[in-house]
């Protein structure tokens, strides 16, 4: 069991972000801190997105503190773009992410420590920055009649391009950023496709201002002050109204039908007896927190989510969450990484160590 100050788990946006912090306010990687990530290769999520993600088509990727995101070509695919960043910005800074290692599980050690069990062995740490996004958890909506689908069911998370979708009838569930974006390139190769999503969507006119995100990033952190789990940031922001949105609107392509009520052999069908045929249902319904190892520690609420005070779970204050909920941003967990190194340099400072 090795024995760090800090274990960061995740080397997406929001772990390199606290890695910054930490060695800028004197920690040193790899002998007072590490970072752990399961993935593969640099880049957090980032390096899973779809290669028809192409870097022009993501909307407003802040650069990690202390290096800019110079000339990127927005022809090639964000996958690429922020991967080949990340590894350039762990390299600058001598970050020396360990990966792949897999976090298992954080548990309650003695003397104040927090154990965290890895596929390559343990830490004792004396607090923990957890970085671990979303990405490993997609969330599937339930609905009767999933198991009879003759056709094929898929997440967004496993989308990879239009083409598996030439010829086919293709409904898309779910009214965020990536059923817009996969139902747009889908509809010009697809048979037919059908958008259902739960509310109507809102399509937001203008640049997103300032003051209104803040007011969308204070709706989200009421629910995870109240413990209730996280909504996504852009679930109360709206969908940003583009002019390739603007075009499929009046092609009819974003014409939008209420959830089905199940789903059948052959496709969906509603409870006023509608019903659309269909090969494919793809789910673009979002994720949700990837935070099943952190079970050991009890955090959770009762309402589900895990109560915080700025990044700080309340019920622990050795662990920092950053990237959830409200900070679930590349702008929001570049602040919560700055904020989470603050308040635990500030509590490994004030409390002298334990002996064990
Ligand atoms: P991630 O990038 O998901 O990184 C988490 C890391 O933790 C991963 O590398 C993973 O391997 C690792 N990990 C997870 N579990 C474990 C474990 N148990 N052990 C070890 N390692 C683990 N935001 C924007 O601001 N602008 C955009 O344009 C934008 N576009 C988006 C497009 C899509 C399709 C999606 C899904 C999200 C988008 N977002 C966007 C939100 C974006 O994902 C976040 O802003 C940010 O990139 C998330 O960073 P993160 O560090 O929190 O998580």
New binding site residues.
Partial sequence: MRKVEVVV?????????AAFHLQRVGYVPDRDFVV????PRP?????F??PT?TYGK?????ALPGMELADADPRRP?SEV?GGYFDSYERAFGLRVH??????AVRDGSGGRLLVE?SEGGYAARALIN??????RPFWPRFPGQETFLGRQLH??RYEGPEAFRGSRVVVVGGG??AV?QLMEIAPVAAATTWVTRRPPVFREGPFGEEQGRAAVALVEQRVREGLPPR???SVTGLPMTEAIRRARESGVLERLPMFEQVTPGGVSWADGRDVEADTILYAT??RA?I??LAPLRLREPGGGIRMGGTRALRDARVHL???GP???????NRAGRAAVRDIRRLLDGTPETQT
């Fill in positions: 788990i995740g080397a997406g946006q929001a772990g390199l972000a752990l990530d399961h993935s880049g957090g999520a980032w390096q997105r779809w993600l993501v909307h407003g990727m802040h964000s922020i990966r792949p290692v897999r976090v298992l890895t970085a671990t996004g979303t990405w490993d967004s998370s950023t990536s974006q996504s940031v852009v979002g994720f990837a099943d190892h950053v990237g959830y900070s679930a941003s590349t702008i929001g967990a």
